[in-house]
């Protein structure tokens, strides 16, 4: 790490022009100073568009010739979406630029001044002088088929937002008018959507025998063979039904309409997955991450959707930090703190790897032994979440092993590792 930074410092020199931004939505604002942090420049704004760019180019030069600069490092906090269009004309230029966690900006705002004042023109300056100390990291843009798998990847979590926030509307609605439908069909299904939208209230169900109830579902909803058991069950439920019987003409617009929501997310939801699964199988290193028992296409394409490919990677111990399970712990003199993973990382990683965990302890042998000996272990036995903790960083490591080294997993290799740390036991 230290060799690492000291790498970024001595890439700034006596004839570096560094460049502070600080993003926004309509006026960005720049701020340059030079190697030692001496502001070279008052702050000065940019629009977001193609004129303000191209004038804050010709301030850049302008900048070089008048300081007798002749090299141009330009940082800014990766924040929101409006900082993308500036990164892809500054590709464009071919113009090198850096990003600075904002975090770090945030914290060490009082250090300039000394009041907690906070303004974009602070905030470039802040930036610029941040990047002085090596405290920046290198963007990689996604391109090609890594670009489309991080956008479909977010997509798809936008949609199943959504499809939630459905659900739990859908759910309050027959709590009120229904209570008992969750007795009869736990989930919402084909023929629970179907009841929802033709059928909402318990007298629409006991108005008519099961054979019309049936022949409705299957000719307007589509569904081929109605269940014609659940369908008896439900018009036993509403016989006794508690539901309310105010305001039914607009609920069940609402309804009818929740329900046509949720279907058509869920069509798009089967049509994106099957996009996102034709792409992911084009990557190289597919077929090896893919080798692992338990482990399915989605959990691949998120993985690469929030790491990009592994390739780039020259060490497990990055993709670590990036998940933010790197451990901190606060211990001082005597007082020795507990340790616990620092979540500086990105949170959606975090909960894909503990999403795939907890299948594979069930059902991969290799991490199910792994997992029993560590809460089982002799000395300093790991408690369940801490043991699944400590996969989901192995897991890590194996996905950066088999992508970089091309092999397939080898189940009697994690066996091994078994073995060699019961003997050290």
């Known amino acids: 790490m230290n060799s690492n930074r000291n790498a970024k410092i001595n890439q700034i020199s006596g004839e570096s022009l560094v460049i502070g931004i600080d993003i926004a939505k309509k006026t960005h604002y720049a701020c340059a100073v030079d190697d030692r942090g001496r502001e070279l420049q008052r702050p000065v704004g940019f629009t977001q568009s193609r004129a303000g760019f191209e004038g ?12 007798g600069k002749s090299e141009v490092i330009i940082g800014f906090e990766p924040t929101g979406h409006y900082w993308m269009n500036l990164a892809a004309f500054l590709l464009e230029e071919d113009i090198s630029f850096v990003v600075v966690n904002p975090a770090h900006v945030k914290q060490s705002k009082e250090f300039d001044d000394n009041l907690q004042t906070k303004n974009d023109k602070k905030d470039a300056r802040l930036i610029a ?19 489309e798998l991080k956008n479909g990847s977010i997509t798809r979590w936008k949609l199943k937002d959504k499809q939630a926030m459905l659900k739990n509307q ?13 007795t009869v069909i736990k989930g919402f299904g084909q023929l629970a959507c179907a009841i929802l939208k033709y059928t909402p209230f318990p007298e629409d169900l006991l108005n008519q025998e099961v054979e019309e109830l049936a022949l409705m579902y299957k000719e307007k909803a589509g569904i081929s063979s109605p269940s014609k058991s659940k369908i008896r069950e439900m018009k036993r439920a509403a016989e006794n039904s508690i539901g309310i019987s105010t305001g039914k003409e607009v609920a069940r617009f609402e309804i009818a309409a929740l329900v046509d929501q949720f279907l058509l997310i869920e069509r798009q939801l089967t049509e994106l997955n099957h996009h996102l699964e034709d792409l992911v199988t084009q990557l190289d290193e597919y077929e090896y991450l893919i080798s692992i028992p338990g482990i399915g296409k989605h959990t691949i394409i998120d993985l690469i959707a929030e790491t990009g490919s592994l390739k780039q990677y020259t060490h497990s111990r990055q993709l670590i930090k990036l998940a933010g399970l790197t451990l901190r712990e606060n211990s001082s003199g005597y007082h020795k703190g507990q340790k616990k993973i620092s979540k500086r990382g990105r949170k959606r990683l975090r909960n894909l790897l503990f999403r795939a965990i907890l299948p594979l302890i069930q059902n991969n042998r290799a991490f199910k032994e792994l997992y029993q000996y560590y809460i089982t272990r002799p000395v300093n036995p790991l408690k369940k979440k801490e043991a699944m903790v400590v996969l989901c960083g192995k897991l890590l ?3 950066f092993g088999l992508s970089n080294r091309q092999v397939h997993f080898n189940e009697d290799r994690m066996k091994q590792d078994l073995h060699c740390l019961q003997q050290a036991a």
């Open 129 to 147: 002088k941040l990047m002085i100390g090596g405290n920046f990291s290198y963007p990689r843009i996604p391109e090609g088929i890594e670009a």
């Open 170 to 182: 859908m759910t309050g609605l027959i709590d009120q008018y229904f209570p008992e439908f969750k």
């Open 56 to 67: 804050f180019h010709k301030q850049i030069k302008e900048w070089l010739h008048q300081h």
């Open 397 to 399: 490591k194996i996905f």
